[in-house]
């Protein structure tokens, strides 16, 4: 895939940054167009943020590499994140990422061989009154169990 916004997509960026009072806020909001896009931030689409933005190669770096929601690499169709996190771990989550794990045979960060699911032990996701809880890509789902997230799953193979 060419990593390239496509007009809209640029109409959209020069929208986001005139949110801001520098340039540089807004590299949040393209890192999370950008991933949406082009599936993960590789080097290559840092560089091109970096370009597009005129900013430095490793200020993009560094925003990418410290937020762990910004894939470091390819993940599943589905990124399955399972919160561990104290209110959570309270309510069985560790159990439930114990389970998706065995599941689908995949480990932290780690993809099923077919593409469609990737597993992310996660920290907080800030849901902690619907403990416990997953995401499925933008999707929370909270007050989970076990037999829920199976049905889940199951209803994305
Ligand atoms: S501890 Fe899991 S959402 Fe807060």
Redesign the pocket.
């Known amino acids: 895939m060419k990593i390239e916004f496509n007009k809209e997509e640029l109409s959209d960026i020069e929208k986001i940054k005139s949110k801001y009072p520098q340039v540089k806020s807004a590299i949040m909001d393209v890192l999370w167009l950008a991933q949406k896009k082009f599936g993960w931030i590789s080097d290559e689409v840092k560089q091109y943020i970096a370009d597009l933005l005129n900013l430095p190669y490793s200020h993009v770096h560094g925003v990418a590499s410290f937020y762990t929601m910004y894939f470091k690499k390819p993940m599943g169709k589905y990124h399955l994140q399972v ?1 561990t ?4 771990m309270l309510s069985g ?1 560790e159990d439930i990422y114990a389970h998706v794990s065995k599941k689908l045979n995949i480990g932290h960060n780690e993809k099923t061989e077919d593409g469609k699911f990737s597993l992310e032990e996660v920290e ?5 009154g619907g ?1 416990p ?1 997953i995401a499925i890509n933008e999707d929370y789902y909270e007050n989970v169990n076990i037999s829920k997230v199976d049905e889940l799953i199951d209803s994305l193979k």
């Not at 996190?85 to 959570?88: G, H, L, R, T």
């Not at 907080?124 to 902690?128: D, I, Q, R, V």
Request: glycine fraction near 16%.
């Open positions: 919160c996190n104290v209110s959570c989550g907080c996701m800030g849901a902690c403990s809880m």
